[in-house]
């Protein structure tokens, strides 16, 4: 089976400090995995994913993950927060012998200035 | 534009009344699918389908149909609709059956309501 577990519902940084969005993954074989944002109505994009090459993989709008087996943990960066960062962040799952994607219930990104 | 559509975006409709909503994606991809997103429960898949005229079904299949009888082109089918069904669906797209290293791309998503 795979699964994703995102810690937090919702996250709160002010305008500049670090973002860090938490993922935790199962997987019974080496996993592929991603982050997906979800802007206010709209569908998902891609920021980033991981496919077995680097473990530090760098996305969109500055934004990078590590991928650390030993913890099965797959959590996104930002080192400065920016307000148009605000959205819904996904982490997702794949793996060999599953054709679909799992998702975790996402986390929400508040930015104050 | 390579992108994938969603008709309609938005829906009120009644208790039993059924309703088709279409996806359409102009990237050629084989793989496409459906998810519904809930508030707390994230994305969770009700359909996909590896190529045309194959379907499987997703974590939450209970109520709806799908087809795939052209490859841009698939369908959410509700045949009798219930208030628990209310929710944003998006569709999605990926090039590959079975590639699942490869990005999948959204629409805009279709918000129904049941009454």
């Known amino acids: 089976a795979q699964s994703v577990t995102q810690l937090g519902s919702h996250v709160s940084v002010s305008e500049g400090a670090l973002v860090l969005l938490r993922c935790n993954y199962s997987?019974?074989?080496?996993?592929?995995l991603f982050w997906y944002v979800q802007y206010p109505n709209q569908g998902l994009q891609l920021l980033l994913k991981y496919t077995s090459a680097a473990t530090l993989v760098k996305g969109i709008n500055g934004f990078e993950a590590e991928f650390k087996k030993s913890e099965t943990s797959f959590h996104l960066t930002k080192p400065s927060a920016h307000m148009s960062d605000a959205a819904e962040y996904f982490c997702a799952v794949s793996s060999s012998g599953y054709s679909t994607l799992t998702f975790g219930k996402g986390t929400m990104l508040l930015v104050s200035p | 534009e390579a992108q994938v559509t969603q008709n309609p975006r938005y829906l009120i409709t009644v208790t039993g009344k059924k309703l088709t909503v279409t996806c359409s994606q102009n990237m050629n991809h084989e793989y496409m699918s459906w998810y519904r997103q809930d508030p707390g429960l994230g994305l969770r898949q009700i359909y996909y389908s590896m190529n045309v005229e194959v379907t499987d079904k997703g974590d939450v299949p209970e109520g709806y149909k799908v087809s795939r009888k052209e490859k841009r082109n698939f369908p959410l089918i509700l045949e009798s609709p219930s208030p628990n069904q209310t929710s944003l669906y998006f569709c999605?797209?990926?090039?590959?059956?079975?590639?699942?290293?490869?990005?999948?791309?959204f629409g805009p998503g279709t918000r129904l309501t049941v009454l």
């Open positions: 997987s019974s074989v080496p996993p592929y």
């Open positions: 999605a797209s990926r090039q590959g059956g079975g590639a699942i290293v490869n990005e999948q791309f």
